[in-house]
Nanobody
Framework: QVQLVESGGGSVQAGGSLRLSCAVA????????MAWFRQAPGKEREGVAA????????YYADSVKGRFTISQGNAKNTVYLQMNNLEPEDTAMYYC?????????????????????WGQGTQVTVSS
């Protein structure tokens, strides 16, 4: 059974930084897709960033390009989202998601919310 556990959320002022972590367990595929989504109250869930493990291909939403970085830990069972220069508009619940092959991550392909596995979410609040 695949389990995803997020951590690292919190409250920061605009311009600050946070790093989210997602611990992944139970994925038996050598390569798979990991992503971060976010959902603010009253808004649809938005795909923020994604990475295909092993290959390094990444995707970023336009709203976070240049500010957020997704990466895989050395142990390969942890995925990080480094968030810099945070803005009040980044305030949302952030969810880690995993998808097994076939799955697609590419710089110019927006994320589908159809990932198979989801964490419980971690809250990020950015004040102005």
């Amino acid at each position: 059974q695949v389990q995803l556990v997020e951590s690292g959320g919190g409250s920061v002022q605009a311009g600050g930084s946070l790093r989210l972590s997602c611990a992944v367990a139970g994925v038996t595929y050598r390569h798979y897709c990991m992503a971060w989504f976010r959902q603010a109250p009253g808004k649809e869930r938005e795909g923020v960033a994604a990475i295909r493990t092993g290959g390094g291909l990444t995707y970023y939403a336009d709203s976070v390009k240049g500010r957020f970085t997704i990466s895989q830990g050395n142990a390969k069972n942890t995925v990080y989202l480094q968030m810099n220069n945070l803005e009040p508009e980044d305030t949302a619940m952030y969810y880690c998601a995993a998808d097994t092959p076939p799955c697609v991550v590419a710089p110019n392909i927006p994320l589908s919310p159809g990932f198979k596995h989801w964490g419980q979410g971690t809250q990020v609040t950015v004040s102005s």
